[in-house]
């Protein structure tokens, strides 16, 4: 199986445009980029770069992921818990089904694994 490698995932140019982010919370709606990654030999689960313009919506992942935070800031609150200050070089666990509200303050973008 091939080995998979995302140089200068800080600095990749080539990701997608999603358009405004369904989950958004604020007046002027989040707007995303992605770059997924085809994972051979993963079992279904998946891999990629995402970007975020600032404002808040909700996590809307149901799988369990893994993220490295490459440029940007912001916090997450988890339903029920306090906010969580996020920045870039912080690396993430979600467990699965993990719900709360992002409040992005920079441009975020982040390398993820979600698990299948």
């Given at each position: 199986?091939?080995?998979?490698?995302?140089?200068q995932s800080?600095?990749?140019s080539d990701l997608q445009?999603?358009?405004?982010l369904a989950s958004s919370l604020s007046a002027?709606?989040?707007?995303?980029?992605?770059l997924p990654v085809d994972l051979e030999?993963?079992?279904g689960s998946s891999m990629g770069v995402w970007e975020c313009t600032p404002?808040?919506?909700?996590?809307q992942v149901a799988g369990a992921e893994v993220m490295h935070i490459?440029?940007?800031?912001?916090s997450f609150t988890p339903e029920g818990g306090e906010p969580r200050e996020i920045r870039a070089g912080d690396t993430l666990f979600f467990p699965a089904n993990t719900r709360g509200i992002w409040n992005i303050q920079e441009t975020?973008?982040?390398v993820y694994v979600i698990f299948s």
């Open positions: 199986m091939p080995i998979t490698i995302l140089s800080a600095t990749i445009d999603l358009g405004d002027i709606p989040c707007r995303t980029r992605d030999g993963a079992g404002g808040q919506s909700r996590r490459l440029t940007g800031a912001c975020l973008r982040k």
